[in-house]
């Protein structure tokens, strides 16, 4: 039979301060969170756009949660925190404009208004996002701006879906209804209107294909509303104003077709 000795003290082993190979490992350890860290901006900006609820905060401002928008005005205005990574949603009649103040909103322009149109009797819904001009560091990166507007739009498009669940469940057609985006810019390339197809596809993360809606091929332009009084159209006066300058680039674009159909 086999007789074990055993010292008499044994000391636990342990990685000391001092020791090479204990640096090493949490050099390792601090090196892989700071890559990971460094990484989620890339991730974020060109890995897939993704609407989480929990992140939406909505305000009813004046408005009937079921109120039909083609006899009450209805606007969304939404920012996004780079803080706390959060999005505020408020449903108004006008764009709210305590979410714009601030030199931080004035700076980055990340906002993105919409309203509700009924247009020669059809419903509508109007985005609005803002891509350079006001100030030279916007038009510096105006095309990375177009990019990620682009590619966020979906998200965004879901936030006002489920913020304002009720008025479509209480109205479901308004699902069918076409969403056409503004791009406003001082920089012809970037300053557009896009047909982005029915609200239900537009808001659905795979709803476009290389660029393209599936099943929405219709040629239509951006409708444009009587020029007299009429009970077909509402507003008479839109709820989003815009700089002179862009909004008349904006209408010599759709005058001459420059309409790009998602």
Known sequence: MAILILPSKLKPFSLSEDDPSSVIRKSSRRSRKNQSLSMAPVARLFGPAIFEASK???LFLGVDGKKHPGHLQRTYTLTHS???SKLTLAVSQTINNSQLKGWYNRLQRDEVVAEWKKIKGMMSLHVH???SGGHFLLDLVARLRYYIFSKELPVVLKA???GDWDLLQAHPELQAALVWV???????EFNKVE???PLSEASAPKGRIDGELSGFT???VAPRPCLDDCNCCFPAVSSIPWPQNLASRM???ESCGHITQR
Do not use: A, E, M, Q
């Not at 503004?182 to 012809?188: R, V």
């Open 82 to 84: 780079d803080v706390t």
């Open 160 to 162: 006002f879906v489920h």
């Open 129 to 131: 996002c803002h891509i």
């Open 251 to 253: 209408n010599g674009s």
């Open 182 to 188: 503004y791009f406003h810019s001082n920089i012809p």
């Open 195 to 197: 047909c982005w197809g």
């Open 56 to 58: 939406l905060r909505v």
């Open 218 to 220: 219709d040629d239509s």
